[in-house]
Nanobody, 117 residues
Framework: QVQLVESGGGLVQAGGSVRLSCAAS????????MGWYRQAPGKQRELVAT???????NYADSVKGRFTISRDNAKNTVCLQMNSLQPEDTAVYYC???????????WGQGTQVTVSS
């Protein structure tokens, strides 16, 4: 099992920045891919960004150039730096980790990010 605990988030004005962090614990050695997803009210959960154990990154088109995902393997954390936030970025953001052997996805409890116009 893998446990994920997110921190950060909150209320920010449009154009502002927020940094999210996710601390992983448990069977860390089994994780290869970590990332962030988000879910806005009435919408499906969508991918925001992922980062592999080799630091390869992938971003949704809507956040490219504004968001940066990073990973500290020594601290078992993954962060999402979000700049130039817009009201459409308002959502609950979830940390995700994937087991490299079983492909099981683990999720954090989610953290709310609200961007006011």
């Amino acid at each position: 099992q893998v446990q994920l605990v997110e921190s950060g988030g909150g209320l920010v004005q449009a154009g502002g920045s927020v940094r999210l962090s996710c601390a992983a614990s448990g069977r860390i050695s089994r994780i290869n891919l970590m990332g962030w997803y988000r879910q806005a009210p009435g919408k499906q959960r969508e991918l925001v960004a992922t980062i592999s154990s080799g630091d390869s990154t992938n971003y949704a088109d809507s956040v490219k150039g504004r968001f940066t995902i990073s990973r500290d393997n020594a601290k078992n954390t993954v962060c999402l730096q979000m700049n130039s936030l817009q009201p459409e970025d308002t959502a609950v953001y979830y940390c995700n980790a994937r087991d490299r052997f079983t492909l099981t996805n683990y999720w954090g409890q989610g953290t709310q990010v609200t961007v006011s116009s």
